[in-house]
């Protein structure tokens, strides 16, 4: 092997053998120093600017100066010399002293294919040229362009101090080195892009493990932003959160250096760059600092939430994220600040601090804002060692006429952002994204689960909870409680005759009156449909309480105001004290329901307090009692059936069995009345059976009859879920009633599939492997957790009611209506909205793509007798806006309340 070929395989084994690309660059020049013995071999690599640098270097005893790590300026090797080292490969050798130079290109700068032989062209030597490397002391040199990705990545220059000439065989050895640096550099960037990866993927895992770890959230976000500035090398941030549809303030949270003024949120420019806006934000309400500040206000919002993958969001363009709603990240300098006019006021917020620079990270996906991240950079000054002082004005006349070292130092220099962290601070937003979008989407269904979505009012679990905490505060203190039951007189009334709209607008009314009238130490709360719990604590007498209600009264004689109606309304109250009517929840609210009666009873519009008497509802309970055990053997029960129509075919899809009890003395007795005194009695697992089985029997009856087949819906109570024998007894009326399992459809409610989350998945996991559809009940009114319902084996999420028929007028409804959609397509289930009655709610329904949909505005509950001619035609018209009228022999309008069965 030839000395030659010795240097090639040296270097190349030292390429494959080292990692650094520093070690590869000094071993190269080193050994082309000494096989070509000229005097000085350099690696010269090209900044952002255009300048170079040398990076690494050989010289062979001193004959020529050393120039290492000093920087040339960009005007050194003109355009057109630059163009023909990428697009030909060109090598420029040149002899000073002849004042020639040869020009060898390996490719054909029109088409960029290899040559195969060279292009051999000469030329004269630039007099500009010849005093530039006579300046260096170079009589003879050698470049050869360096190439990376197609682009100019460096020069190769070899001098000389005396002529020298270069063989065919160096030049095509010293290429083939080149080429070999070339394969380096590419490793090398591969590997450092490997390291960069590495270390952005420790800190999304590092993000993502607090965003779901068991700290407090305020101390989970603030180690987040912390984060993102040691991984993003900032100097300081700020993460902001908007406040929350339920109320909850705006958050901010901040590290490291600040702008001057902690309010900076208020600053509508700093809006505009941040996009406060993005959503219509005004300013109105309040916010908390985390750090104990609460001087920034911004409104709440409604808050929409559409989950989206993160996985591969790292490698992805930023176009790619644009088009896929992300919101990208923006950077700016206070110079960009000062020639805007719109936002040169904020350069005042950073005097006097050593920001410079920052990030903005909006966090937001299609449309939906929830605050921002932002990262600040301080400013630096660099010093940069010039071969030489270079004036830009006279360089195209005249070179330099020394290379020594010339320092130019530059102050207050704004640090750049790279691609990689800009897509690492766009990932570390989307992770934080979703975390608070989660953490709202559970926010509001805690929110809805414990208040009512029309008047926003505690509902009556949260009103139990409330009452038992202030007995045992009462308790404790020896004091006198209060508790009062209300029902508005007149609500039915008007709310059958002027519409359910006009009905919701007066119950809002009615709450705000009501709140009006209390102290700051009550509460009060929305039971259903027109009746009012209040908590009255701290009461030295009865007459206290009385007075309460008295003042309750004369408010709501006063006259409401309602789409230009002029509405009156009376109110009967009743009232039980603690200690003296009752010491617990229950007895407590039953005298006051007793006592509000009794007032009833007595003309209205006044109240009453408990008396021991008043057990006409007490009595009539156990009268209830005791005809329900009788009423399966007396066939007092029956089923009607409701359609659920597919809201884009218009067809029937499946219907519903709900439960009716015709009493033989009290007629129709509501299932919101018989059912929970069933669960209380023990008797809803028997009855729970007998609607199983006979629905079942239905279903064979309409088929027996010609009927296609279809799916009927069956509730399941609690206590009917949690037998362990269900499944077996479910398989038993299959078989029994020869019903296909693909036609039977289970629902259990959302809180009863919370009770035990394994028993749950366990159950529904048994009855999906037989093939019965499994549907969550009036889904968004319990506390579930996502993480437990996306394990659960579902077909259907049907939404409530309550949130269907304030959709079109409650942007919170609509908001919740809009997630639940959202989470049932995220899972893959079908989506049936309850208790639809407008054609504004169904047109609202339609337009977030909700599935099905059932309610009086297509058909009422029927009797089996009457529900086959619908059945056989399967389709209802319901794309006209003259539905009702069209479809009035389906249905009518349904009343305020509605039972689950």
Same mark, same amino acid.
């Given at each position: 092997m030839s000395y030659r070929e010795q240097l090639l395989h040296q270097i190349t084994n030292r390429i494959r053998q080292s990692l650094e690309l520093s070690e590869i660059l000094n071993t190269a020049v080193q050994e082309i120093q000494v096989f070509l013995k000229v005097d000085r071999v350099k690696v010269y690599r090209f900044a952002g600017d255009g300048s170079g640098e040398v990076i690494a270097e050989s010289i062979e005893a001193n004959r020529l100066p050393s120039l290492l790590n000093l920087r040339f300026p960009a005007t050194d090797v003109p355009p057109e010399a630059r163009e023909m080292f990428v697009k030909a490969r060109q090598r420029v050798i040149v002899d000073v002293v002849a004042q020639r130079k040869t020009l060898q290109r390996l490719d054909c700068p029109n088409t960029g294919e290899n040559l195969p032989m060279q292009d051999v062209r000469y030329a004269t030597v630039d007099p500009c040229h010849v005093r530039y490397?006579?300046?260096?002391?170079?009589?003879?040199?050698?470049?050869?362009?360096?190439?990376?990705?197609?682009?100019?990545?460096?020069?190769?220059?070899?001098?000389?101090?005396?002529?020298?000439?270069?063989?065919?065989?160096?030049?095509?050895?010293?290429?083939?080195?080149?080429?070999?640096?070339?394969?380096?550099?590419?490793?090398?960037?591969?590997?450092?892009?490997?390291?960069?990866?590495?270390?952005?993927?420790?800190?999304?895992?590092?993000?993502?493990?607090?965003?779901?770890?068991?700290?407090?959230?305020?101390?989970?976000?603030?180690?987040?932003?912390?984060?993102?500035?040691?991984?993003?090398?900032? =100097?300081?941030?700020?993460?902001?959160?908007?406040?929350?549809?339920?109320?909850?303030?705006?958050?901010?949270?901040?590290?490291?250096?600040?702008?001057?003024? =902690?309010?900076?949120?208020?600053?509508?420019?700093?809006?505009?760059?941040?996009?406060?806006?993005? =959503?219509?934000?005004?300013?109105?309400?309040?916010?908390?600092?985390?750090?104990?500040?609460?001087n920034v206000r911004l409104a709440p919002q409604t808050w929409d939430y559409r989950p989206a993958s993160v996985g591969r969001l790292f490698y992805e363009s930023y176009s790619s994220s644009e088009s896929q709603g992300c919101s990208v990240p923006r950077t700016y300098t206070l110079a960009d600040l000062r020639q805007n006019p719109d936002f040169v006021s904020l350069v005042d917020q950073f005097a006097d601090t050593k920001i410079c620079s920052f990030l903005i990270v909006p966090l937001q996906l299609h449309q939906q804002y929830v605050g921002y991240l932002c990262i600040f950079r301080d400013s630096y000054d660099v010093e940069i060692a010039w071969a030489g002082r270079h004036d830009e004005e006279v360089r195209n006349r005249m070179p330099r006429s020394s290379f020594a070292l010339w320092r130019e130092l530059k102050a207050d220099q704004a640090p750049e952002w790279s691609a990689d962290e800009m897509k690492l601070a766009q990932a570390i937003g989307l992770h934080l994204y979703m975390a608070i979008g989660q953490k709202r989407v559970e926010s509001m269904m805690r929110y809805h689960a414990s208040h009512d979505g029309l008047t926003h009012l505690p509902n009556r679990l949260l009103f139990n909870e409330q009452l038992s905490l202030a007995l045992i505060q009462a308790q404790q203190q020896d004091e006198m409680l209060g508790v009062a039951f209300l029902d508005l007189d007149r609500f039915k009334t008007i709310n059958d005759s002027l519409g359910h709209a006009v009905g919701d607008q007066l119950l809002k009314q009615v709450s705000k009156a009501l709140k009006q009238c209390l102290r700051h130490c009550d509460t009060i709360a929305r039971w259903g449909g027109d009746e009012f719990t209040l908590l009255l604590p701290h009461?030295? =007498?009865?007459?206290?309480?009385?007075?309460?209600?008295?003042?309750?009264?004369?408010?709501?004689?006063?006259?409401?105001?309602?789409?230009?109606?002029e509405l009156y309304v009376t109110a009967s109250l009743g009232i039980a004290l603690y200690p003296y009517d009752g010491e617990d929840v229950e007895t407590l609210v039953k005298n006051a329901d007793a006592a509000m009666y009794q007032a009833k009873q007595r003309g209205k519009n006044n109240y009453q307090l408990y008396a021991e008497e008043m057990n006409t509802k007490a009595v009539r309970q156990l009268s209830l009692e005791s005809d329900l055990r009788r009423a399966i053997l007396h066939q007092e029960f029956s089923l009607h059936y409701q359609p659920q129509i597919n809201l884009q075919t218009g067809q029937i899809v499946g219907v519903e069995a709900l439960l009716r009890w015709q009493h033989p003395r009290f007629g129709f007795i509501s299932p919101a009345e018989f059912i929970p005194l069933a669960e209380e009695i023990g008797l809803i697992c028997t009855i729970g059976s007998w609607v199983l089985e006979t629905a079942c029997k239905q279903h064979q009856a309409w088929c027996a009859e010609g009927l296609l087949p279809i799916h009927v819906a069956v509730n399941l109570s609690a206590q009917q879920f949690q037998q362990t024998d269900l499944v077996n007894t479910i398989i038993q009326v299959l078989n029994t009633t020869r019903v296909k399992p693909e036609y039977l459809e289970l629902e259990i409610t959302e809180s009863a599939a919370m009770q035990d989350v394994n028993f749950t998945i366990a159950v529904l996991r048994q009855l999906r492997d037989i093939g019965i559809t499994i549907a969550i009940d009036d889904f968004g009114t319990g506390y579930s957790s996502l993480n437990a319902i996306k394990h659960f084996p579902l077909h259907v999420l049907k939404i409530d009611r309550s949130f269907v028929q304030d959709a079109v007028q409650d942007p919170s409804n609509a908001a919740i209506a809009k997630t639940i959609v959202a989470l049932g397509k995220g899972l893959g289930l079908n989506v049936l909205a309850e208790g639809v009655e407008t054609q504004e709610q169904l047109d609202f329904l339609r337009s977030i793509q909700c599935d099905s949909a059932q309610g009086y505005l297509f058909s009422k509950p029927l009797p089996p007798e009457e529900i086959g001619s619908l059945l056989r035609h399967k389709k209802l018209k319901c794309k006209s806006t003259r539905l009702l009228q069209s479809c009035s022999c389906l249905g009518r309008k349904a009343p305020n309340t509605k039972s689950g069965w």
């Open positions: 490397l006579t300046t260096m002391g170079v009589m003879a040199s050698l470049v050869v362009p360096i190439l990376h990705q197609r682009r100019l990545w460096g020069l190769l220059a070899i001098h000389h101090a005396t002529p020298h000439s270069f063989t065919e065989r160096e030049l095509e050895i010293v290429q083939l080195l080149v080429d070999q640096l070339s394969i380096a550099i590419a490793q090398s960037d591969l590997l450092s892009q490997a390291r960069q990866q590495a270390e952005y993927e420790a800190t999304l895992n590092r993000v993502s493990h607090l965003l779901h770890c068991p700290l407090r959230l305020t101390e989970i976000r603030q180690g987040v932003l912390e984060a993102a500035v040691e991984a993003l090398k900032g =100097s300081g941030g700020r993460l902001y959160i908007i406040a929350e549809p339920t109320g909850e303030a705006a958050q901010l949270y901040s590290a490291g250096k600040q702008p001057l003024h =902690s309010s900076i949120e208020t600053d509508p420019a700093w809006q505009a760059l941040t996009g406060c806006y993005a =959503s219509g934000q005004s300013h109105a309400s309040g916010q908390s600092h985390a750090s104990g500040q609460s009461l030295n =007498s009865a007459e206290d309480i009385t007075q309460i209600a008295q003042r309750i009264l004369e408010k709501l004689s006063l006259p409401f105001y309602t789409e230009q109606q």
